[in-house]
């Protein structure tokens, strides 16, 4: 198969980018990868286990005569990287980035761009609770979604290129707009990585119970916000930095479905509880009949 680009660089070289190089080699979509990462250990770790073909000390030689450039690094740290790599960007490149945030990331990044270049915003909707070079796996994006924000008047054929990139490392490709797509992930992930985070951060408060209770009988159901609580904190602070106004617009609303369920626990509503949580399961089956996740009790993670 004719590769897809010639040279694919990465700017940041940690859980996604990582994935992404893995994938791109298991597929055989492009001709050669180089990356960057800020530290030299990271540097030397991907070095190492051969991440990519070539690890460059600086972000600006990284892009030079790249056809494809990808940001991985967090949301708060685009827009330096954009400034740094845009005078180096070759004729005709791609510039694309996987920031969990778009809006935000169109606004820091777009106006460095420069006009010879097709600038392609995007967000996988796969991850882990695992950072750092070490961390990716080619597997990632397999049957997940890519979520590509372009604007308009963006090249088609720029857009096609990239969209068989992405299919070709497994996932399924939609189009939105920036506004609805961190819209999307305020409800499916960023409100939900903050009310796992709060619990967490309850039960730590009681530190009585932590030390003891709430580690030995780890059940499913706090067991599952620790692991979402042990994201990494550089991203998961640059999310809710960068994606206020939608967050706070879903945590609004979850404060309020929660004094209603509050109340009806106090009232002892057995019928309100029931309704509403054979709503949720319902939401739940969907998921699973959509392929987004598996039956397993333990959602498919003894997998891994
Ligand atoms: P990661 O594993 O922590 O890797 C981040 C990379 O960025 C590292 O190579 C790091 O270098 C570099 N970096 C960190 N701060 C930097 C700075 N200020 N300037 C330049 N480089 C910097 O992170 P990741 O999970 O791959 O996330 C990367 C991006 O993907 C983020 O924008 C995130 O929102 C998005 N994303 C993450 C997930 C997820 O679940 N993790 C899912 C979808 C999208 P060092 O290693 O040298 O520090």
Redesign the pocket.
């Known amino acids: 198969m004719t590769p897809l680009y010639q040279r694919v660089a990465f700017?940041?070289?940690?859980?996604?980018?990582g994935s992404m190089a893995l994938a791109m080699r298991r597929g055989g979509l492009v001709a050669e990868t180089v990356g960057t990462?800020?530290?030299a250990?990271?540097?030397a770790i991907a070095a190492e286990i051969g991440l990519v073909d070539h690890v460059t000390d600086t972000a600006a030689e990284a892009v030079q005569g790249a056809d494809l450039v990808v940001l991985?690094?967090?949301?708060?740290?685009m827009d330096?990287?954009a400034q740094d790599i845009a005078p180096h960007l070759a004729q005709g490149a791609t510039v694309t980035?996987?920031?969990?945030?778009k809006q935000a990331i169109i606004d820091a990044v777009g106006p460095y761009m420069p006009d010879n270049v097709h600038f392609i915003p995007g967000?996988?909707?796969?991850?882990?609770e695992h950072?750092?070079?070490r961390?990716g796996f080619a597997e990632l994006f397999d049957n997940r979604w890519t979520i590509l924000t372009p604007q308009d008047g963006v090249d088609a054929a720029a857009l096609d290129r990239l969209t068989r990139l992405w299919q070709g490392m497994g996932a399924q490709v939609d189009v939105m707009d920036p506004p609805h797509h961190d819209l999307v992930l305020a409800v499916t992930s960023h409100t939900p990585h903050l009310i796992a985070y709060t619990m967490v951060g309850v039960a730590d408060d009681l530190r009585r119970v932590t030390d003891s209770e709430v580690i030995k009988y780890s059940a499913a159901g706090f067991r599952d916000f620790t692991r979402i609580a042990a994201?990494?904190p550089?991203?998961w602070r640059?999310?809710f930095l960068t994606n206020k106004d939608a967050t706070l617009e879903i945590l609004g609303r979850f404060t309020e479905e929660l004094f209603a369920l509050q109340r009806a626990i106090r009232r002892g509503d057995g019928e309100h509880l029931h309704a509403y949580f054979t709503r949720t399961r319902a939401i739940r089956r969907g998921i699973i009949d959509a392929g987004q996740d598996t039956d397993a009790p333990d959602f498919g993670r003894s997998k891994r």
């Open positions: 700017v940041g070289l940690g859980l996604i980018a990462a800020r530290s250990e990271s540097r991985c690094v967090p949301v708060g740290a330096a990287v980035d996987v920031g969990s945030v967000h996988p909707l796969a991850g882990t950072s750092g070079p961390a994201s990494d550089t991203m640059d999310v």
